[in-house]
């Protein structure tokens, strides 16, 4: 069974500082996602990374995934009030139509 | 171009009532995937459909059920309801069955009194 295993699940963090959240899983997959939610919204795709040592940036955000490590990470480099939110990663399995398995979310809070 | 819509947006039953939740899919998507999201957690996979037939189920008991209808849309419906069942109900649309990325709606939230 696939688990993910995300960490921290609470960060609280101050502005213009930078973070790494931690995404790990427990069986081979090559496709992994990246979700922002905010408080009562819908889930935002922000990163599909789709084979090992891919590395995708938006803004302040860079996510990059090792599957040798089952090992995917989200870095927030000089974090401002907007990142305020929960993310999620979310792997598939390698075994053709396999859902999404979703980690708990790291909830972060960027203050002044 | 819309995106993936939910009806209703919000919802109020009482235990052992039962409801009845629609989606709408991006036009031109024919897969669609049901999530169900307890308050502090990732969501959990419900169901898959795709051209009408169920492709995934996941670990909820049989009071769970859904369909897809010809048009791609989708309802999920929820027998006996029970407290626990309270949460964000999402749904997500892909364009093919596999290896196609989610597109989420904005879910509808359940509370179950």
């Known amino acids: 069974e696939l688990k993910v295993e995300q960490n921290p699940l609470f960060l609280s963090m101050q502005e213009g500082k930078n973070y790494t959240i931690y995404c790990n899983y427990s069986?081979?997959?090559?496709?992994l996602y990246w979700y922002r939610q905010d408080p009562g919204k819908s889930l935002e795709s922000l990163f599909v990374?789709?084979?090992?040592?891919a590395v995708k940036q938006e803004g302040r955000l860079m996510a990059s995934l090792d599957t040798k490590a089952r090992l995917s990470t989200l870095h927030i480099t000089a974090a401002v009030h907007d990142l305020s939110a929960t993310y999620f990663c979310?792997?598939?399995?390698?075994?053709?139509?396999?859902?999404?398995?979703f980690g708990k979310g790291t909830r972060l809070s960027v203050i002044a | 171009d819309a995106g993936v819509t939910q009806s209703p947006t919000h919802l109020i039953k009482t235990r052992g009532q039962h409801v009845t939740l629609r989606c709408s899919p991006i036009?031109?998507?024919?897969?669609v995937s049901w999530y169900q999201q307890v308050l502090g957690q990732g969501p959990q996979f419900i169901f898959q459909?795709?051209?009408?037939?169920?492709?995934g189920r996941g670990n909820f008991p049989d009071r769970f059920s859904a369909r897809q209808f010809p048009n791609y849309s989708s309802e999920l419906n929820v027998n006996a309801l029970l407290l626990g069942d309270s949460a964000l109900y999402l749904c997500?649309?892909?364009?093919?069955?596999?290896?196609?990325?989610?597109?989420f709606g904005n879910g509808t939230r359940l509370t179950v009194t």
């Open positions: 997500a649309s892909s364009l093919i069955l596999y290896n196609s990325p989610l597109h």
């Open positions: 990374l789709l084979s090992n040592g």
């Open positions: 036009s031109g998507h024919k897969s």
């Open positions: 459909y795709y051209e009408k037939e169920e492709r």
């Open positions: 069986t081979t997959s090559d496709r």
């Open positions: 979310a792997v598939d399995g390698n075994l053709g139509n396999t859902p999404l398995v």
